[in-house]
């Protein structure tokens, strides 16, 4: 089963995972999410989303954002409940 950045959405591989504070991967973050244990950027959802729209390049804009704020509730960083 695919894994996913529970914060921008990217697909996790072992390459791009996040470090926790004591220096170990972090499986639910990648590194350009999350380093030592922290965000490494604070933003809301809504930002997060309009950050990532421009790496979307196979689809357009307003495609990727429609998908991505049907997606980005259901991870963990941005889940309400």
Not at 4 to 22: A, I, K, R, Y
Request: with cysteine; net charge negative.
């Amino acid at each position: 089963m695919e894994k996913f950045c529970q914060s921008c959405g990217m697909p996790l591989t072992n390459e791009v995972l996040g470090t926790n504070e004591d220096g170990s991967l972090n499986q639910d973050y990648c590194k350009y999410c999350y380093q030592e244990g922290k965000f490494t950027q604070e933003c809301t959802m809504e930002e997060m989303i309009e950050f990532c729209v421009p790496m979307m390049e196979e689809m357009k804009p307003e495609e990727a954002r429609k998908m991505m704020q049907e997606f980005f509730p259901h991870l963990k960083r941005w889940k309400t409940q």
